[in-house]
């Protein structure tokens, strides 16, 4: 379900229904509109929630549902919530100028209560999942005992980590999906959302087994490379300038990208430059050969073979749905 523009509590509770039941707002009075933008609450396939806004809080709300069992992934690009679980608090939103994903899981059904405070902009995606729809697609098995199965399981448990710029691209991909009506967008928006899960997947095995072998200073070394990776896209910075940045010699930069990425330092800009080039062919309406040139390819052939490798889809197709 999607609703533009002002939104009443009675709209408000019909949007949340496939997320849980008995929802209310437990501030007074109850009537009037209460928020004001785009809001997208839909069952993608069956246990996979989609809650998508871009919208402003008109007043102070203070709500609460039941919400249905499973596992809630949160990422605000812009605002915040007080938001509680059967009646513990859980800090979720953007609290300063660093963005931070959290993972939650309530294996039942709870309540939950948010308060929103009148005249915040909240820019966020969350994304529900169960346990069932991780099993079919092969995350889970019967008796399994590793790290995820044992945050499925586990009351309230939490992951917080810093998303990657794919899962910020991610979300901000579902944010223009809802406010650009699309072809076949419901398949967009899930391909989106079972990717950002994907990224939650894999940063709470890394998070549990350590599987990608790096101390803490050398994590923090290997983010701010990729981060000063991000902002020099147009014009690759040299490998000696990506290395002074992160404060450590091009022999140790290399290590950290393919012992965490398995990757080099010019795999990941590429990989980054292809995925900035999907969004401008999606969003932008720019021709492939402006996309690919843009990129850093020198001619759109050799874009399209590097394209399709890394989405298997062609860049016409993508060009072609916008």
């Not at 998303?163 to 991610?170: D, G, Y």
Request: glycine share 8%.
């Amino acid at each position: 379900m999607k609703i533009e523009g002002t939104v009443t509590p009675d709209e408000v509770a019909r949007l949340v229904s496939v997320a849980g039941q008995d929802f209310r707002v437990r501030t007074m009075p109850a009537r009037g509109p209460v928020l004001d933008g785009v809001f997208r609450m839909e069952r993608l396939s069956c246990g996979l929630v989609l809650h998508a806004t871009d919208g402003i809080t008109m007043r102070d709300l203070d709500s609460e549902m039941q919400h249905h069992g499973g596992i809630t992934l949160y990422l605000f690009l812009a605002g915040e919530v007080d938001l509680s679980i059967a009646g513990e608090p859980m800090r979720v939103g953007r609290h300063g100028p660093e963005l931070e994903a959290v993972m939650i899981s309530h294996p039942r059904p709870e309540l939950f209560r948010r308060r929103a405070r009148k005249g915040e902009r909240q820019r966020k995606v969350n994304i529900s999942f169960s346990r069932e729809w991780l099993e079919q697609r092969g995350l889970l098995e019967a008796g399994d005992d590793g790290p995820l199965s044992r945050f499925c399981g586990a009351h309230l448990a939490q992951l917080r980590w810093r998303p990657s710029p794919r899962l910020v691209a991610l979300a901000e991909d579902v944010l223009f999906i809802i406010t650009h009506a699309t072809c076949a967008e419901t398949l967009y928006l899930e391909s989106r959302a079972t990717e950002m899960v994907a990224e939650a997947v894999t940063a709470l095995v890394m998070q549990e087994a350590g599987e990608d072998g790096l101390a803490a200073l050398d994590r923090q070394r290997l983010t701010r490379a990729c981060a000063f990776l991000e902002r020099r896209l147009d014009h690759l910075p040299a490998l000696e300038e990506v290395a002074g940045d992160a404060g450590v010699s091009i022999a140790t930069l290399q290590r950290l990208f393919r012992m965490a990425l398995g990757t080099t330092v010019l795999g990941h800009a590429r990989a980054l430059r292809l995925d900035r080039a999907r969004l401008q062919l999606e969003r932008e309406g720019l021709s492939i050969t402006q996309v690919a040139f843009a990129a850093g390819y020198s001619s759109p052939a050799n874009f399209a073979t590097a394209f399709r490798r890394r989405f298997s889809i062609a860049p016409k197709e993508v060009r072609r749905r916008s």
